[in-house]
């Protein structure tokens, strides 16, 4: 019994120790599994560095945290460009992602997560799920977890309705700038030189033909061979694709068939006949942005043209697209965000069968909105009739509101070729001209000659410096203040007497402002110019350059004062500003605010009230009547028996230095209506360079006599 008893308590140590052999080894088991997952990162942080990578681009780090035999063993290349081409598609930006909780047991997460794209803002609610890997957690992945919807079979479509660009008006609801329509030539590449024989050629080497047809193509359309070549070498084209190749002007028939055809409609419709004589050339008619009154108005409505990766770069989030325009200058420039407009957008999933199953979003298009400018176009083209030869500007204004009735600059260039397409050869040409087409002239500030000296007497009445009735003696034609002058000498055209203020505005007498600067003093010549807004920005929606006193900080000598009197030394004036001073003088010696954006509440807004007292503005007032109404006066050329005008000449001289006698002139021409009662009023200033020997200002005084017989009268 003894010996039995022994053996069962044998027996049982054993169980017991394997028992504890066995509780040890899970424990030990279970020891190593904590250790592990407790190295590992979580879920939840793994989660958060996928969804980073996206915005980045970074699609092959992506891939790298997936269970590639869970995820359906997808190919890095296809992960890469399903992805990508999504993301990418949609324009996805600013990404956030929420985690709302991790189910330990099934290891996968809730999480939110939401973009913007270009159709507006995605959000949702999702669920990642993760499985153990030998390294850790590993990403399962599908194609729901780019969008909860979306299947392998599904495709993401991005569909874009563009905006109609606003339009830029005139004062009376005239197209500056608008929809216009123009001819679109492309090629049919299966058609093209299909006929050995062309234009009458028998050409039978097929290269040789092929370089017969494609030089005759590219001198028809004004480009070089390779650019034809290059566009229909692009990929997606095929034997039936329409390739545009050039834009060109649109013909239409009512002007064919007007009594007098114009001869630049009869020249393009010839060239699209010769066009349509080449195998495969197809002319279809497209929307294009339009400047009716081309050259006329294009420094002032400036052009659009195709947004360049720099443009979309810079804009990023805006709405711009690669088949976008953008405004480069002038008013398509400024305005660009109020006219350009946000293109409608609808990003949605279709099905395998190409059925449109999910819109995950949609932002309807919004037209870009019209401007409308106080911009008479009429007066505008009038105004480059007559200088359209010349390098000039010009400026209009109404006196009494401040509306800018014309902003003119020539000679000019044409808004819709940069629509159509330029040349290399066409843009050299602009760019090298001498008479340089793309300077803005009327941004730009000008030696003023004579048009100065109402602001001088102006001054110097204000100061005390002038009296109006002090005879300043005639001097003859040459004069200067003492012989610490050297050989220099005020020179002036006409002796007159008695030499007082009012004869010296209707003569022009370089002398007598002269004197009436040195009166003055530089320090308040200085100060006076500094409050009627010199070295100030003009206030306006475009910006002009800053009239300036000096090339430093002061006049400097006394014969740089004495010149400064009669607008030469260093006075450089932008004629916009110039004709905003010249406005104080018909309202009281209140200095009008120049506009451009049209409002139907058309109130006056001063930009310097009391720039010159009352009596001062009158009396400056009356010397520039007598200026275009006495017989003796140099503007008397545009004297009217209908409507009493006001103004001033004046013919400054450009030299290299005081000794030089072959510099050139500019001539100008300041003229107003000076009384609110007239039913047309206005106030325009003209410049024109190169009138030495052209009949100086008399030269600019006549056309703009021609100019306001149509504002008065043709309008």
């Known amino acids: 019994m003894k010996n039995i008893s022994k053996k069962k308590n044998y027996c049982v140590r054993i169980v017991l120790a394997l028992i504890g052999t066995v509780v040890l080894g899970i424990g030990v088991y279970a020891g190593i599994v904590y250790l592990k997952h407790s190295t590992w990162t979580t879920p939840e942080e793994l989660l958060a560095e996928y969804m980073s990578y996206i915005p980045k681009a970074e699609y092959e780090k992506m891939y790298e945290m997936l269970n590639i035999e869970a995820s359906g063993n997808i190919s890095q290349v296809d992960f890469v460009k399903r992805n990508s081409a999504i993301y990418e598609g949609i324009e996805m930006w600013n990404m956030t992602v929420d985690i709302i909780m991790y189910d330990e ?93 062309v234009n009458g050629q028998n050409v039978n080497d097929q290269a040789a033909n092929d370089q017969n047809v494609y030089h005759q193509l590219a001198e028809l359309l004004e480009i070089s061979p390779e650019v034809i070549k290059e566009k229909l070498s692009a990929n997606w084209v095929k034997e039936d694709s329409f390739v545009p190749i050039k834009t060109i002007p649109k013909v239409k028939e009512l002007d064919l068939m007007s009594v007098s055809p114009d001869e630049k409609v009869l020249e393009e419709k010839g060239r699209q006949d010769m066009l349509l004589e080449i195998p495969g050339i197809m002319i279809t008619d497209i929307e294009v942005r339009e400047y009716p009154f081309g050259e006329a108005a294009a420094h002032l409505t400036g052009y659009v043209q195709g947004v360049t990766a720099e443009d979309l770069e810079e804009h990023a989030g805006e709405g711009y697209t690669a088949n976008s325009v953008i405004g480069r200058s002038g008013m398509e420039g400024l305005f660009e965000k109020e006219l350009k407009g946000q293109n409608g957008c609808k990003i949605y999933i279709i099905d395998g069968d190409g059925n449109e199953k999910t819109v995950l979003a949609n932002q309807p298009e919004s037209n870009g909105q019209d401007v409308q400018l106080t911009i008479d176009v009429n ?114 055209l006409h002796a007159y007497e008695p030499v007082i203020l009012e004869n010296a505005l209707i003569y022009s007498d370089n002398i007598y402002f002269a004197k009436a600067a040195l009166k003055i003093g530089a320090e308040e010549l200085e100060n006076s110019l500094t409050r009627l807004g010199f070295r100030e920005e003009l206030p306006f929606e475009i910006k002009m350059s800053q ?13 740089q004062l004495a010149d400064s009197g009669y607008g030469q030394g260093q006075i450089l004036v932008n004629p916009l500003h110039m004709a905003s001073i010249y406005s104080a003088f018909c309202n009281d010696g209140n200095i009008i605010k120049p506009y451009l954006v049209y409002r139907q509440d058309r109130g006056s807004e001063y930009w310097i009230p009391n720039a010159f007292g009352a009596g001062t503005a009158g009396q400056v007032l009356e010397g520039t009547k007598k200026v275009v109404n006495d017989p003796n006066g140099t503007g008397y050329a545009a004297h009217r028996e209908d ?70 009268y043709n309008n």
């Open 105 to 197: 047991k099934e290891n996968s997460v809730t999480y939110h997560t939401s973009f913007d794209t270009a159709a507006g803002n995605i959000s949702f609610e999702n669920e990642a799920v993760f499985t153990e890997g030998k390294k850790g957690y590993e990403l399962l992945w599908e194609d729901s977890l780019i969008f909860p919807d979306l299947y392998s079979t599904d495709k993401v479509r991005v569909s874009t309705i563009e905006a109609k660009r606003g339009r830029i008006l005139d004062r009376n609801g005239r197209v500056l700038a608008g929809q216009g329509v123009a001819s679109s030539v492309g090629i049919v590449p299966g058609k093209f030189v299909e006929n050995e024989n």
């Open 643 to 712: 409507v009493i005008m006001a103004g001033k000449t004046g013919t400054a001289e450009i030299k290299a230095s005081k000794e030089d006698t072959s510099g050139t002139e500019l001539g100008w021409f300041a003229v107003f209506t000076p009384e609110k009662t007239v039913e047309r009023p206005i106030l325009m200033i003209s410049m024109v360079e190169d009138v030495k020997d052209r009949g100086g200002s008399g030269y600019v005084v006549e056309k703009d006599s021609l100019v306001l017989e149509k504002w008065f």
């Open 547 to 559: 009239s300036q006193y000096s090339n430093t900080e002061n006049i400097e000598t006394e014969i």
């Open 379 to 492: 007066l505008q083209t009038a105004i480059y009739e007559q200088f359209q030869e010349d390098k000039s500007c010009t400026v209009a204004m109404h006196p009494f509101t401040g509306e800018v009735l014309a902003l003119v600059s020539t000679p000019s260039f044409d808004s819709n070729d940069f629509i159509r397409g330029l040349s290399d050869e066409q843009w050299a040409a602009l760019n090298e001209s001498e008479d340089k087409p793309m300077y803005n002239r009327f941004r730009q500030v000008w030696c003023p000659g004579s048009v100065f000296k109402p602001i001088t007497a102006a001054i110097g009445l204000e100061s005390g410096a002038i009296n109006p009735a002090e005879d300043y003696g005639n001097v003859g034609l040459s004069w200067q203040k003492d012989t610490s002058w050297g050989s220099y000498y005020v020179t002036t």
